[in-house]
């Protein structure tokens, strides 16, 4: 507001009022009061009614925003509350304290893997016949509890016999009151494929080379495992998680699981690391395969294949292996180029396989 001039009029008031009953009378003199007579200018007035005439419908339009946010959020969380119950009673359910004791306390003794959103330990339990594997996601990771929600649906649908069985879950809270989620497996005691293709020289148990008949069966089984995954469930499913892997960071997608499995075929026959140490200056497992081809193919495989593959004899595994080890780094390398579009379907990926298994 403008006051124009001085004050135009200042009233002083001291009222008085009367409180009468048959016995009691009393005066109360209230405050005194001063009453500004001021004049708004047209101007101002001008400038507050375009203001609200913006305001207005701004804060209506937000208002409205916030409000649809939380009805996707609160639908969200039901939908995974619902996810989740209905693993449950899918599942046998098992409790923290459970877990807990199996594992001797999440000792770091039993943790024989780990991810970016949790520890996987081994352990048993005193009803399940099997031993298992206890998969806890790390719920202070961003993403870690939408990516067990995602597993728990997509579990809870599959059925494959390449794929690893799910025993339970477990999705409650610690004594400290904090969230606890974690999914039961059944443990594969045969090791990972990691595990046969580069043997630690310190464990146990020394591992037989795989032969070549063994990694092309392998290759076939992650296919078919790939195939249903991709065509078969409703809705759809990637993987995303295969291992060994590639550190170029590819994107979730099919054409990042035909990636990564182009990799592994390269590295089953040639024994390497995607990320070994001797891939420098833009070198990498998939140009070196690239540049053997046709003629250095034999001198770049894995030791144990190599003998053989040089080897000389009338059997039929030796005469074929040249042929099935060529069509092998050819699948590997389509499977694996730089773009996604230029990629084979997981389906004629498959058939290849099966192609190449049937000839050796």
């Known amino acids: 507001m403008t ?6 009029k200042v009233v002083r008031l001291t009222i008085q009022v009367l409180c009468s009953s048959k016995e009691t009378t009393c005066y109360v003199q209230l405050l005194e009061c001063y009453n500004y007579h001021c004049v708004e200018s047209p101007t101002k007035r001008k400038k507050i009614f375009y203001i609200l005439a913006i305001l207005v419908p701004v804060s209506t339009v937000v208002l409205i925003c916030l409000e649809c946010v939380m009805v996707i959020l609160l639908k969200k969380r039901y939908k995974a509350t619902r996810t989740i119950n209905q693993s449950l009673k899918q599942f046998k359910s098992f409790s923290y304290h459970d877990l807990f004791k199996a594992t001797n306390g999440f000792s770091s003794t039993n943790i024989i893997g780990s991810g970016r959103f949790g520890f996987i330990y081994r352990s048993c339990l005193d009803f399940v016949v099997c031993t298992i594997v206890i998969k806890v996601f790390r719920l202070d990771q961003f993403g870690a509890p939408n990516y067990f929600i995602a597993e728990c649906e997509a579990l809870r649908n599959i059925r494959h016999r390449n794929l690893v069985r799910v025993i339970s879950l477990c999705s409650t809270f610690d004594p400290a009151r904090n969230e606890f989620k974690a999914l039961i497996l059944k443990h594969m005691a045969n090791g990972n494929l990691e595990s046969w293709l580069h043997p630690k020289p310190y464990e146990q148990i020394a591992k037989e080379p795989l ?21 078969r469930c409703i809705p759809p499913l990637v993987h995303c998680d295969l291992k060994p892997k590639y550190g170029m960071g590819c994107k979730i997608s099919f054409e990042g699981d035909i990636y990564s499995y182009g990799i592994i075929l390269l590295e089953m026959i040639t024994g390497k690391y995607p990320t070994d140490e001797m891939f420098t200056d833009g070198m990498n497992l998939h140009k070196m395969v690239e540049s053997a081809i046709p003629h250095k193919i034999g001198e770049i495989l894995e030791p144990s294949l190599t003998k053989d593959y040089f080897g000389e004899g009338t059997n039929n595994e030796l005469v074929e292996m040249p042929r099935c080890v060529m069509h092998l780094a050819k699948l590997g390398l389509r499977c694996s180029v730089t773009s996604p579009k230029d990629r084979p379907k997981i389906e004629d990926v498959y058939t290849e396989m099966i192609a190449i298994q049937n000839m050796f």
Do not use: C, P, Q, W
């Not at 006051?3 to 135009?8: A, E, P, R, S, V």
């Not at 032969?211 to 195939?227: K, P, W």
């Open 3 to 8: 006051l124009m001039g001085k004050f135009l």
């Open 211 to 231: 032969s070549l008949a063994t990694r092309i069966s392998l290759a076939v089984d992650i296919a078919a495992a790939l195939e249903y995954l991709h065509n």
